[in-house]
């Protein structure tokens, strides 16, 4: 069942529920228990409890009851697609570090910049951190399915977009690998990221070509000093 498969993966803003937890212990079964009647197919009105328990687990501070009705609301389902509802609830859920919902979060910048975002600029401190969140879970396999490719994509864009942790391991992965990160489309990447930021933290400087700026992203020296720890190599 469609619905099962993603909402597990990491299931905005809707009507706060009538259901209270005292504890971060008592929300977490609250959106548990709300998840199971919401899945378990079987009456109607057990869907829609089980809807209004997550929303208020997830309005109480549960990162991945925000994420499943930020996944239900992007995808219209159970309620009707609301692009920027999701967004504010991806947000809040990457914020407490669910690396799911920081995938989510992302994805819906790059690919619906428009729509979730009106015009303005997002955090570039937030995205940097969900970027970095999302390409390390990949990469690990811990949080999200393991993903070479995506998990390097995600933290070259944190990398791009700040973090300065992100930075130091891109450049120690090129140190050991040189040929890593080569394979991504990084004129590309680098184009969205500064798409994304003030034109005063852009990353590509003026008069520098495209294809210049992908050479210098796979030396290990051009991350290592955009990192912290350069100062004690």
């Not at 309620?79 to 509802?85: A, C, M, N, R």
């Not at 969900?130 to 944190?158: C, H, I, N, V, W």
């Not at 590309?188 to 992203?217: H, K, S, W, Y």
Request: with cysteine; charged share 25%.
């Amino acid at each position: 069942m469609k619905v099962i498969r993603l909402i597990i993966l990491g299931l905005s803003m809707a009507l706060y529920g009538s259901l209270h937890a005292s504890s971060p212990g008592d929300v977490a079964e609250l959106a548990m228990d709300g998840y199971r009647l919401f899945i378990r197919d079987s009456l109607p009105d057990d869907r829609q409890r089980g809807y209004d328990m997550m929303v208020s687990a997830a309005w109480e501070g549960d990162a991945k009851a925000a994420n499943n009705i930020g996944w239900l609301m992007q995808h219209g389902e159970f309620v009707e697609k609301d692009l920027k509802g999701a967004f504010r609830w991806y947000e809040r859920a990457a914020d407490q570090g669910l690396a799911a919902a920081a995938l989510n979060y992302m994805e819906l910048i790059l690919n619906n910049q428009e729509e979730v975002l009106e015009g303005r600029l997002p955090d570039k401190e937030r995205m940097a951190k969900a970027s970095s969140l999302a390409g390390t879970a990949m990469l690990m396999g811990r949080g999200l399915p393991y993903d070479s490719k995506r998990g390097e994509d995600m933290l070259l864009r944190g990398a791009l977009f700040g973090d300065e942790k992100a930075a130091m391991t891109v450049a120690q992965q090129l140190e050991i690998y040189p040929d890593s990160f080569s394979y991504l489309p990084l004129e590309e990447i680098a184009t969205q990221c500064d798409a994304l930021l003030p034109e005063c933290d852009r990353n590509v400087p003026q008069g520098m070509g495209l294809p210049e700026f992908a050479d210098l992203m796979l030396t290990p020296q051009f991350w290592y000093q955009r990192s912290t720890i350069n100062d004690q190599r």
